[in-house]
């Protein structure tokens, strides 16, 4: 009995994705390179992915953009409202390194990962709409997969 | 009322139906044009090191020593896919997109070389530079310890307390003497230059 | 007494409606917007810190990267300053090559502009298919420049690829699917009496307020204030017969209106630049060289000054960059929104003014 209703919860997750993202000081081209994802042409909710800003449905939160020191508290305040199962996924160079920016006089102070934990990143400047379409549809359901069963 | 009209109007277009019904998803697929991550194309590194000189992230690429000679290697994370170690490499080394394809049906390159400058006034004769320097120690053995050299060859050595540089043009760029510095007195100016070199001459 | 109450609400930093961080604090009594005032500072990254004491390979890079949406004109406006400084000629071949780029990314950020408009509006039908449109743009610029965005496409004395006559052949096609589907487009927009109800008459800004806040781009143009598009001074542009669009509603739809008109004389000038691209060579070369110059541009927005001192070697020893937005974002606050009749339209007129907050802070 459990099992399958845990079977239904793996299914209906995998084709049901709520994703956020956030801007934590980019240069916007990886920002409308997922905006991009949204057009007829890659039609990311055919995937069953969804779009809209708000972190307190969301499933998964995009990280778009190296750091910079007013988002550092408030990109946990964000993290911890979105409710769980929740994953991150890091968009671009940024996020990952910094960048261009990671260098001597800058303000920024990246990797994303020392704030908040990142599931998977897509490296790129910025990355193509098809590879970060790849990277949420590989993700997610791994990370979603039998939650409840992994939970302690 | 208009507005009903208009798109009911907008919706029985041919296209639309026809589109609505039998339209596909276009294949996620990258098209040859683009310019992605450079890759190796077989041809011998010289490690000359001018994809690692011109490229504008920082740690993107790096020429590694591999088993059988030097190698170039990107960084995915650091490196942005602008594609200018692809036109700088003069030996072709890496591909990316078409680039090198462009590049030799317009014959277009960079060139790229260093100027070294000592501020005079800040060098305080260490000879940090000199010692560090890695074509120097390569070219004069003998060189570690005061700075000074007795041979020409060397890219920068201490004459009469004061750093002479001789041979500007076998600088590689590593920019190991300008993080040596302790007052950074020295500073390595990478020069480039966008040139088209004509059909006819080529 | 009728008790008033007045009401903050803060809209941002993470808003559904806009893509960048941004607060705007609205002073509301009941539905009416008392005052406004907006919250920079979340997006400052410090890359005029970053760019002293690098040379131009490297800054180009950074300039790009100042803003993502209009990232040629921040690369273009750079590398002329750069070229004033070190008295570098441009063959014409590459100057002609420039415009075209420009001109497919002014409308590539023309067609986002209005499609965060129509979205922020609830129009998704008409959002999506500009969306679609601008893929097609973007196709287009990738196969000139090898990338979608950040193409890194010019450098002093030239530019880096040659455009070959077959992708000529294919972009003028394209061009002609997106000058058809762009006046359907428009038509909706211009006809919609949903649309009008949203967009005509709200926000309203008129020429003294503009001409006062030092508006820039599409949002003077749409205020009627005249001569106020930097491309007229740009020589190529003036070789290619260049003229402004202007409009003198002053609200979000001729806002809006007039970056769509902009799209069509973009895809006129490109046609042009093709029908007249001379031939040569791409680059000049030259060298980078001491000096102070400043110099400006028409981006997207408005316009863009760089102010740039080099030293010998075309080291950037002090640069200082104007974005449009800044300007185009303050008098949104106060010319747009304190007016405005409902909290509900506080959005729709801020996007309407197409921010770009990356621009804004660096």
Redesign the interface.
Same mark, same amino acid.
């Given at each position: 009995m459990r099992n399958i209703l845990q079977e239904i919860k793996n299914a209906v997750r995998s084709r049901s994705i709520h994703v956020s993202y956030?801007?934590?000081?980019?240069?916007?081209?990886?920002? +409308?390179?997922v905006?991009?994802c949204?057009? $007829?042409?890659?039609?990311i909710e055919?995937y069953g992915i969804y779009v809209?800003?708000? $972190?307190r449905e969301a499933d998964v939160l995009l990280v778009i953009?190296?750091v910079?020191p007013?988002?550092v508290d408030?990109l946990r305040d +964000?993290w911890d409202k979105i409710p769980e199962p929740k994953v991150a996924v890091a968009i671009g160079?940024c996020p +990952?390194?910094?960048?261009?920016?990671?260098?001597?006089?800058?303000?920024?102070s990246p990797p994303v990962e020392k704030y908040i934990p990142i599931a998977a990143?897509v490296?790129?400047?910025?990355p193509?709409p098809?590879e970060i379409?790849?990277a949420i549809l590989s993700v997610a359901p791994l990370i979603f997969k039998d939650y409840e069963e992994r939970k302690p | 009322m208009r507005s009903i009209i208009y798109y009911v109007r907008e919706f029985l277009r041919p296209e639309w139906i026809r589109k609505f019904f039998t339209a596909k998803t276009a294949p996620l697929e990258t098209p040859s044009y683009f310019k992605g991550y450079p890759t190796l194309t077989g041809n011998k590194c010289t490690a000359c090191f001018s994809c690692m000189m011109i490229c504008p992230a920082p740690g993107g690429i790096a020429v590694l020593r591999k088993k059988d000679g030097w190698e170039p290697e990107v960084y995915p994370g650091h490196c942005i896919r602008c594609g200018l170690c692809v036109e700088a490499c003069p030996e072709g080394v890496l591909s990316s997109g078409r680039i090198l394809d462009v590049t030799a049906h317009d014959g277009t390159a960079f060139w790229s070389w260093y100027h070294l400058e000592v501020d005079d006034n800040i060098c305080m004769r260490c000879g940090n530079c000199c010692v560090s320097c890695p074509v120097n120690r390569q070219i004069d053995p003998q060189l570690a310890g005061s700075g000074t050299s007795s041979s020409d060859e060397v890219i920068m050595r201490i004459e009469g307390g004061r750093v002479q540089i001789l041979h500007e043009e076998k600088c590689t760029g590593c920019k190991t003497c300008e993080t040596n510095c302790p007052n950074s007195a020295i500073r390595v100016a990478r020069m480039v230059e966008g040139v088209q070199i004509p059909e006819a001459e080529t | 007494m009728k008790k008033t109450v007045d009401v903050s609400i803060p809209l941002g930093p993470m808003h559904p409606c806009w893509k960048e961080p941004v607060r705007i604090k609205c002073e509301t009594a009941g539905e009416r917007v008392l005052r406004t005032e907006i919250e920079l500072g979340y997006m400052k990254k410090g890359i005029e810190r970053i760019m002293r004491g690098r040379p131009w390979q490297e800054v180009m890079f950074l300039a790009e990267r100042v803003c993502g949406i209009c990232s040629v004109i921040h690369n273009m406006v750079f590398i002329e300053t750069m070229e004033k400084i070190s008295d570098i000629a441009v063959p014409p071949r590459a100057a002609y090559l420039r415009v075209v780029v420009n001109e497919l990314d002014r409308m590539a950020s023309h067609i986002l502009a209005n499609f965060s408009y129509c979205y922020t509006i609830e129009h998704e039908t008409l959002a999506m298919y500009l969306l679609n449109i601008r893929e097609t743009v973007l196709d287009n610029l990738e196969r000139i420049t090898g990338s979608r965005i950040n193409t890194a496409y010019m450098i002093p004395g030239g530019v880096r690829f040659d455009l070959l006559p077959e992708d000529a052949a294919v972009m003028l096609a394209d061009l002609m699917k997106v000058e058809e589907e762009m006046k359907r487009y428009t038509r909706i927009f211009e006809t919609g009496p949903l649309i009008a109800l949203r967009s005509k008459g709200i926000g309203y800004m008129n020429r003294e307020e503009a001409i006062r806040a030092h508006t820039v781009g599409p949002t003077a143009r749409a205020s009627g204030v005249e001569d106020s598009d930097l491309r007229l001074c740009h020589p190529t542009y003036q070789a290619l017969g260049f003229t402004q669009v202007t409009r003198t509603e002053g609200d979000n739809f001729a806002r809006v209106m007039v970056r769509f008109q902009e799209v069509f004389q973009s895809i006129d000038l490109i046609r042009k630049c093709v029908d007249t691209l001379p031939e040569g060579p791409i680059r000049g070369g030259g060298l980078c060289k001491a000096g102070t110059a400043s110099y400006s541009g028409e981006a997207p927005r408005g316009e863009l000054t760089y102010t740039i001192t080099t030293d010998d070697y075309g080291r950037v020893v002090d640069i200082t960059i104007r974005t449009p937005s800044i300007m185009n974002v303050e008098a949104c606050a106060h010319a747009m929104i304190s007016e405005a009749t409902s909290i509900a339209d506080v959005t729709s007129t801020f996007i309407s003014s197409d921010p770009c907050i990356a621009c804004n802070e660096r």
């Open positions: 956030v801007d934590v000081g980019s240069c916007n081209g990886c920002d +409308i390179e905006l991009a949204l057009a $007829p042409r890659y039609d055919q809209h800003n708000n $972190p953009g190296s910079t007013q988002w408030k +964000i160079n +990952i390194s910094g960048c261009v920016y990671a260098r001597r006089g800058t303000l920024t990143s490296p790129g400047c910025p193509r098809t379409l790849s | - | -």
